[in-house]
């Protein structure tokens, strides 16, 4: 180039030579990389290239950068930037560091409702660089796949429609615990059955026929010996599932205080241990025949076992008139007995 003062500068010959007048021209090898302005790179062939004035600028020696879409593939698990056109590079030979991006998988992806991850979504790569509900999730199984719920537990009620949390369902989700009778109040007339605590329902709720049952009456109800059931027995109802005889029977009546015999009888002699069958005494229970052979009464008592007989109004002694225990019944009337008193082995036997 010339140099910036040619004016001034006197040859030393009648011709000037070049020596004298010009000066090299510089390169784009002395322009700066960085004074190449976005998206331009220092041309290649820098140091072979002369600028026309005196100093390089970047309009001499930046060409335009490549972009991202001059790259020909990504590496595996990789794609090319969405907007590679307008990426442009930093050197002339584009790297995959600017250009790719990791394939997302589907650990970045909340499924919807009603849907579930694929298992191992760590290892589920995308298409794209974002991923979709459709290429990591699945429609999730509902609690009617659970073949089975464990002991005392039920399926609920609404399987059918209770979407699971993964893939398997479980029993939390899905099952609930058997009810027990400790949920019942049973109505009127009925009580709870023994162990309401460990007694389990047929289903997710229990029922009065499943932990109640009838409350007895009394007239279930088999009295000791010395004792009669109370009057209107089939409507007296017990507290619990079985009658007590505090709850149904009384003290049975002795015949001590039986006055009602019918002519030509008298009250047994030991009436104070005959025990009546039922609330009242009978004259069955309570007396004897005891008239002499004139037909006059006999005054006093008579054993159990005697009968008037004829003469002088000696005592026999027979099974006639003997009071036997209940289920048993006289088995011959007429039958002597060894001693003054007959004993109920001599006397009654069979069934009434």
Not at 151 to 162: D, E, G, P, T
């Amino acid at each position: 180039l010339q140099r910036s003062n040619p004016s001034s500068i006197f040859c030393r010959n009648w011709v000037c030579a070049t020596e004298e007048c010009c000066v090299p021209a510089q390169t784009c090898a002395t322009l700066p990389a960085s004074s190449c302005p976005a998206g331009t790179l220092l041309l290649k062939n820098k140091a072979s290239k002369y600028c026309p004035a005196r100093v390089c600028t970047a309009k001499h020696c930046c060409l335009p950068a490549p972009t991202c879409a001059t790259v020909p593939s990504c590496p595996r698990y990789h794609l090319l930037h969405s907007n590679a056109s307008s990426i442009f590079c930093r050197s002339w030979v584009c790297n995959f560091a600017e250009c790719c991006s990791p394939v997302p998988t589907c650990t970045r992806v909340t499924c919807p409702a009603k849907t579930v991850p694929f298992p191992n979504p760590s290892s589920t790569f995308c298409r794209g660089l974002e991923c979709t509900a459709e290429e990591c999730c699945a429609p999730a199984p509902t609690c009617a796949t659970v073949p089975s719920c464990p002991r005392h537990h039920l399926l609920r009620s609404n399987a059918s429609s209770i979407f699971c949390r993964s893939w398997v369902c479980n029993f939390a989700e899905c099952c609930s615990p058997v009810p027990t009778c400790t949920t019942v109040t049973c109505p009127a007339k009925t009580v709870p059955f023994p162990n309401p605590s460990s007694t389990f329902c047929r289903g997710l709720e229990c029922t009065a026929e499943e932990c109640c049952a009838p409350v007895p009456t009394c007239a279930m109800m088999t009295c000791p010996v010395k004792t009669v059931p109370f009057p209107n027995a089939s409507s007296v109802f017990c507290r619990g599932l079985e009658c007590t005889a505090e709850e149904c029977c009384a003290p049975a009546l002795t015949c001590a205080k039986f006055a009602s015999c019918p002519k030509n009888h008298l009250v047994r002699s030991n009436s104070s241990s005959i025990f009546c069958r039922a609330g009242v005494c009978t004259s069955e229970e309570c007396c004897i025949p005891g008239a002499d052979s004139d037909g006059s009464v006999k005054s006093g008592r008579l054993e159990v076992g005697q009968d008037s007989g004829p003469g002088n109004g000696a005592l026999a002694h027979s099974c006639r008139g003997m009071l036997c225990p209940n289920g048993m019944r006289i088995l011959v009337s007429s039958t002597r007995c060894a001693s003054r008193a007959c004993k109920v082995e001599e006397c009654c036997g069979g069934s009434a």
